[in-house]
């Protein structure tokens, strides 16, 4: 009986072994195909911008003899690593400064999430390709690892607008909404500061900042803010031939990734995505009071963004 009663407790045991084994069988499995799935989409996103790049020679730069040092200030070098990484404003880029900054830390590296946002946005935080000869870029170009974030273009400048002209922020009000409210909201003499617009109710509407942005008379003065100026004016993809490129819309699965490929999956964690993200499923309320033929021209002055890095022309918002 006793004999009976373990034999039983052993089958007991072997099978719990068993289901503890098929479970974390099933686990590797689905982490080899999820980063299957990953790298086959990586393989997609850069094939899209070859390709793009190859077929149309006249839309995007091509050679860095083209390129002045100013429109590379966006590139930061970590030399200790290998890494390149463009940076776009409202594309998690404080989040992936705060990995570069730590990367640069003694080991082990603090956690990012530690970092302050104030600090990560200091000039002269980081070192950039443009602060060297163009011999030592190009050899950094070559054999650097060099990373990108992207997002939804027109989600990307929803993101702009609710940061930089909803909230308090003095520099943009003064070097931005002042003007846009002269030109574009009917307020010849809008009030001087910030805290005196919130007070009576005066801000730049979103339909404002729009018109702004598709007045030609913008760019004449001087180019885009880099919060809303094109993505790959930014960080030259059809120049700059990238290893990966993370989308905002897969941030997470694509850090993961990304730290992999870089053997620092180990050493260091990418922060938690934010909550209150925005959604492209915000598009339609956000363009609902902007008019049909100002959304057309809009996309045109960002459609090089959505070719090159494959978002779905917004044919809701397009087609009236």
Known sequence: MAACKGFQLLLGFVGSMFLIMLTFY????????KAERIHQLQELRKQLLRETCDGDKE??????????????????????HGIIYCYIPKVACTNWKRVMFALNKTEPYPEPISISKDLVHMPNTFTLLNSFPRPEM?????????????RDPLVRLISAYRDKFQRHNQYFYENFARDILRL????????????????????ASFHNFIQYLLDPQTEEKQPFEPHWRQMHRLCHPCLIQYDFVGHQETLQED???????????????FPPSYENMTS??????WFSRVPLEDR?????????????????TPAELLDG
């Open 26 to 33: 099933r686990w590797d499995m689905s982490q080899e195909k």
């Open 59 to 80: 839309a995007f730069k091509h050679s860095l003899e083209d390129t002045s040092d100013k429109e590379l200030e966006n590139l930061i070098v970590d030399d200790k």
């Open 138 to 150: 190009k050899a950094k170009l070559k054999h650097y690892t060099k990373f990108l974030y992207v």
């Open 184 to 203: 574009y909201g009917n307020q010849p003499d809008p009030p001087q500061t910030v805290d005196e617009a919130f007070a009576s109710g005066v801000h």
């Open 255 to 269: 850090a993961e990734q990304l730290l992999k490929i870089l053997m620092l999956e180990g050493d260091i964690r």
């Open 280 to 285: 492209p499923a915000f598009v339609l309320d």
């Open 296 to 312: 057309r021209k809009l996309y045109k002055l960002y459609e090089g963004d959505f070719r090159l890095f494959g978002y779905t």
